[in-house]
């Protein structure tokens, strides 16, 4: 029989945030996944060697930027997964862009938004000029750089390291020894924007290599009896291959959380239980796990927010 | 166009759930809605003359009994309308019932659980003694009552004056004045328990009795120019019970805040948009209203101590 | 170890729905469930005494009230367990009424809508003089009616038997003898009228006298051995009140099946799974069952689509 | 205010796949999505030169390879963007590699499913094995091809070419001359062996040259004046990858229908309404596009079945 762990202990009234998320892992539902996610949260940013974010979500568009950095600033994590998209708007802002909050109005008229200049994000509106900006100033740092084949990693380095911009999270990785990887590269406005400046050099991206050294790290960890963790945000490609690298390497991640709003049912990899990942021996069976199903925009702030202040 | 309302600002590192909330509703998608909720709240339980919560989820098994009591002994709503299981497990706890957690496991087996004892509501279980004590107990009350036709509110009333235990919404609601409502009365354990002690007496509960009770409500509060405000925790049979009074008044909410996960497109009552419930006057076209798509159990406490703390 | 059950065999090019559903059941994730769902319902329209359908969805607005028709009409269910609105809305389509579709555009101005009469229902309106002429024609039928408490199965059978619109399922249900059971009668523009029509008559409506009713067939059911089914159109109240008869009865359902988009990981009870339903025996722990997680405007009239030709 | 296209149509008791599809089209919520998605892709293929399919869920896992397959024969459309799992399971196939229907039992124990050799997609394993003999079938067909810088369509048509399961839809692409796209190539065990068995060759796979090739089918399309369409199952980065070649090409899909279950209030990509594409000029505003929001295992082979039979 399912084995009982306790009673339901009834939530007090709190103000600290820590002190609600620890009350809320004795109630039920996703409230408990909630408080159980910072259990092992702080397991995974004390005890880890390799301590992985996999970020999928617009974690940067939708005002987390801040506390991500502060997060690798404070090396909660020493590997970022990310989609393009997360480092093509950080550098957006980097270099002046914004993002701004629409209206939450009855008119979805985004015709009259294109021609007035705006992309949209669900109801966060970027401007165009904004990407001609970025495309410009990237294209002075990319003159810097010589023509060679770098893996994600490296050129998101040489990049974070030419940024000015303190708020930055490509910037913050970079100065704190944090890698940042992005599995998809050519599928973002960064990627596309660096391949039609380089074009005519020969400079490459190839995500090859970050396949060889995020392996390679997890190798390391398995030889040095590291545990390792890993905080899935979103699911999509950066889960994939945060996770793929561990079966690879048959290192099977000790500590996983995972934020979605995605059910396992459909049978897509974002809302695949962590457990299913047992039988691929990416997280381990006797490991510690837990998915949290919460829009990121609430969960991942409230986690961060326990774990550092 | 749609109108920009400022750009979305990068959330500072917080401990208090109220700056928390505050500086969410800065930032993007549901953590926005969430800030834009107890900004609403604010409004709805300071200057309005009718202030209902309707709740469809587990709250009682789930441990907010606690904050709900709480809410209503600070008189921050004044009417409660609610599904007969939050009523019954509140019940079941005065009577000295439990709430117990189940292990996150791997297996699901609900029929060894059952040969236990234990009947499951996803990751909590109840013990069937426990329901014979309730209905033990309730019998005892039931025997001081009169053979008449009650509504839900004053039946629930009777009962709620009866209690001992300190901890329980239901007698907080009966001390401090607030009204609970069951719209679906024989659809929960306490209305059967009820119907069957009461089955050879003329004791009977009438729910057309309670909308008359909540439609005068709203009339008082239209002739007095009072403001009205809801609360909307999971949608189902309390949403459209509360909403339906405002329709047949002609008295739309001036306020609505909704806490779901259910999406529009699929036409059900509780992903129904606070819009569409304007196409039914149900709520003011010119008030304030937002939804927030997440968890009960994650929101509703987030927003309570937000209100409380 | 979990079972393999055979090879996920490729579906084959079909045009017979039937044939599409057969070849279903033996791929993968809701395509399987629905194979398997229609397996489960040809038993439980075949084999069993009892055969329920509890109907949560707007299922009359979206136009399945012709398929939900013939399947009474052909006896495939005895019991219909609804919410309140869509009684209503056949009535409403019984005196005349239409629901129209409006157009999947940008706008949406619920304000305007109401403004030019109309109430939406996500992409369909109706009109409010619709509901104008049903009351009208409602007091005409309720002038009929003795003063006395019926059950909302007996008011809906006299209703039914005075209609002349042959489409209406509620005629169908009555001339073909099968119940329409409604748990939370006043939670509905039905109840409402019914009880402005009424309010100084002696005429009540009391679902109590449908829970001993709903009953007694399960312990029918019981005695003699017969085998019962359900199927769960969306959950809500309707899926309660058919599942607690079986649970007072002692008499678990033998088969059910479930059409629901909620997942159980919310707490919430149209999402609680089927197993779940096991721990308290409302479905047997030998029976089959099994959940769809689709839209029901596409999985019902598939099913019945498959059942019917 | 928002217009009114018509009444709801009832559901007529149909056979035939394609009637059901017609009939949807005049009902409501998903089914009449359905009927919408089915007209427009009926524009999509005979009207389009550009013919997208864009896969990212499990479709091979999932039972529909023939109907891909039979797709690609029929040329309804000319270029597949997937995520590599798809190619992968494809070939695992192709070299005799099965996928087992896993029993929907209580016991979800995947470390004793791992201990048998098997991996498991949500009720759906695969053989470790069976990965072994692909990537010694790989091996073989690597040693043939010269060691150069392919684009993901490059890498597959060689590897298509050389298959000879004839219901590999890989070969039926390559044998067809339709493209087959993979934006994120090294994020599959695809990608994992190719890199593996060519790293000390000089044979490399550079997605940035698939992004160069899908822009310059955009670029001839709107030279042409030729009309775009296409059909995205599922989001993640096959659709944005095809969605962003529009882009940059400034040739916005005249046709577009999306498959999903994801909403569009978390702000991820994969919920981003088809009118969010319309202000990244994605999508044409003036163009017809609907989302269906159901499991792809139903509404792909609905809508398949119903275009080609």
Known sequence: MREIEGVVEDLELESNVKAILRG???TAFNARRLGEALSILEKITTECGLRIIAVAGAVVP????????????????????STGANVTHDLLMAFGGKHYRLKLSDVEDDGALRAKGFCRIYDVAVNVEDFAVMEKRLRGILKDLEDKTY?????LKEIGLRLRDERSFVRAAAVNGCDVVVPAFYDSILGVQLWSLTQTRGLR??????????VDLQFNAKRQGDRTGILIVGGGGPKNFALQSALIAGKPFDYAVQITVDPPYYGGLSGA????????????EKGEHCTVYCDFTIALPLLLSALMC
Chains 1, 2, 3, 4 share one sequence.
Request: charged residues 30%; hydrophobic residues 50%; glycine residues 4%.
């Open 24 to 26: 809320m892992a004795k």
């Open 62 to 81: 939708a005002g987390l930027r801040g506390l991500l950095r502060e997060a690798l600033n404070r090396k909660l994590f020493n590997v970022v997964v």
């Open 151 to 155: 893996s994600t990693r490296e050129i």
């Open 205 to 214: 991206v190839l995500e090859a290599l970050d396949l060889s050294y995020l």
């Open 273 to 284: 239980t962590l457990r299913e990942a047992v039988s691929w021996e990416k997280v381990l």
